[in-house]
């Protein structure tokens, strides 16, 4: 059974220039994934906020790296028969997708492909930021959007849990299941040197700009890149 219906996809391929760069119609194939050596204690002695970053552009290989922890395909076969990712979800939903705001434009994370999917063309990265905290870090190079899909929830392939049509239950499970790629895009930037912020957005500005359905909600935003010196 089908979790969602994805909205057709132009044909149109994309240069893998370095770093990403917004084409109309156009679908953005990452490189395949190359973490780097950094132990698990490493990051976790280093994860912390930092509110502080540069606007100096992430390399796309770092991007792709970076996408690929957050909830990147970690194995074919997952629970009820559906490719496993890095972030756990409630009954293997999956139901939370990552649209990545660039200078260019914003792009919607397909993990199962590993590519970036062109949303809405033009700077909305400040869009990404709450509305009390514009003027930090609007200038980053990549804003994580995080969009809860509900119909992934009421249709998953998963145990068929009645609260899964429960709207207060479903909010307990897409707020949990965006705090673990949260987390894993903290672990990654900390054992990368990178900065990163998870914090509020401008979600009614946000909501119409990406073409959201009725069933998606925006969440939370997370800002990465390089450290202020």
Known sequence: MPRTTRRPESRAASPRGDPVSFLAHARVALPP???GAATLRD???????TREIRDRKLPQQLLSNLLWAACGVNRRRGPFGYPGVTAASASDSQEIDLYVALEDGVYRFDPRRHR??????GDLRPLAIGRGQRDMATSAPVQ???VADV????????FQE??????EVQKSYYYVDTGLIAANVYLFAAA???????????????????KLRDEQR?????TVGYPVP
Do not use: E, K
């Open 33 to 35: 994934p190359r973490l």
């Open 162 to 167: 009645p609260g899964l049509h429960d709207p």
């Open 192 to 210: 990368h040197g990178l900065a990163c912020w998870f914090h509020n957005c401008d979600r009614v500005a946000l909501t119409p700009r990406l």
């Open 151 to 158: 119909h992934r929830l009421t249709h998953t392939a998963g």
């Open 144 to 146: 994580i959007i995080y």
């Open 218 to 222: 925006v969440l939370f935003a997370q």
């Open 43 to 49: 990051a976790l002695r280093r994860r912390r906020t």
């Open 116 to 121: 970036l999917l062109p949303v809405a063309s």
